[in-house]
């Protein structure tokens, strides 16, 4: 199954896919933690990424689309994948297209998870990752078991550099010029789901699997 998560920053897309992965055996694919391994290795990608992503702004797509393109190439991608924050503008929802038809493969489903701005900024400045994972807890929406500790793999969890709160304005601002248009282009296609994100984790993700079943 070749499935999207879609949705505003905190949405909650990294949260639902770690369902997914389990449900289905598939690999997430989140080009905001490729770019930050790119980051902590100090590649000269991840160097040149990380000017933009301490901004809020989006990283050029040249640099998005060759990231896919090289990551959908690898051999775990054969039975599908989840693709979690990409694409993100026009230019890279028609390189997708191309790319996927090229691989003579199809988008399944789009499934965007709708929360309203208002609630994104707690999301997020409550939010830790896992620096070992990328796995995301939130400090009282969705508590790790131990304070501090991944329930996936033990790892240290840390508050990601871009989640303060002037980013996530200028990360939402992105978000509605040049990611929100995206909504259309796949419900034309025929393939988006549209789920209520606000509800709680477990209810988004029964909603999520009964809508892919
Ligand atoms: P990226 O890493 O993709 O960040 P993002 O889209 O801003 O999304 P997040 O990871 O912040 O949110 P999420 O939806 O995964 O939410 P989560 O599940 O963690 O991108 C970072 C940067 O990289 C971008 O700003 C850009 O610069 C660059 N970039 C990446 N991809 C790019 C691309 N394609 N093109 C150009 N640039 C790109 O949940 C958030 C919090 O809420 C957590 O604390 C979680 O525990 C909590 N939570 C989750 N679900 C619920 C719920 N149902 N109820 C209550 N709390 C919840
Ligand atoms: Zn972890």
Redesign the pocket.
């Known amino acids: 199954m070749n499935l999207m998560l879609f949705?505003a920053?905190?949405?909650?897309?990294?949260?639902q896919a770690k369902f997914l992965i389990e449900k289905y055996g598939i690999p997430q694919i989140?080009?905001?933690?490729i770019?930050r391994a790119a980051i902590a290795d100090k590649t000269d990608m991840g160097m040149e990424a990380k000017k933009?992503?301490d901004e809020?702004?989006?990283?050029p797509d040249s640099t998005?689309i060759g990231i896919i393109k090289d990551r959908l190439a690898e051999p775990d991608c054969k039975d599908g994948f989840i693709l979690?924050?990409?694409?993100?503008?026009l230019a890279?929802a028609e390189a997708l297209k191309e790319l996927m038809s090229n691989m003579e493969i199809s988008l399944d489903k789009v499934i965007s998870l709708n929360v309203p701005d208002e609630l994104i900024v707690g999301?997020?400045t409550?939010?830790r990752v896992c620096s070992k994972c990328g796995a995301?807890?939130?400090i009282e929406?969705?508590p790790s078991k131990t304070e501090n500790v991944c329930d996936y793999c033990e790892g240290e969890l840390i508050i990601r550099k871009?989640d303060n709160a002037e980013t996530v304005k200028s990360?939402l601002e992105s978000y509605h010029a040049q990611t929100a248009p995206l909504i259309k282009f796949y419900t034309d296609m025929g393939v988006m789901i549209e789920l209520d994100?606000t509800?709680?984790?477990k209810d988004?993700t029964s909603d999520m699997i009964a809508s892919l079943s």
Not at 30 to 33: A, E, I, L, R, V
Not at 56 to 59: A, D, E, I, N
């Open positions: 949705g920053p905190g949405a909650g897309k990294g949260t989140s080009t905001g933690d770019l933009f992503m809020g702004k989006l990283v998005i979690d924050g990409f694409p993100r503008t890279q999301r997020i409550g939010r995301s807890f939130h929406f969705n871009d990360r994100g509800k709680d984790v988004v």
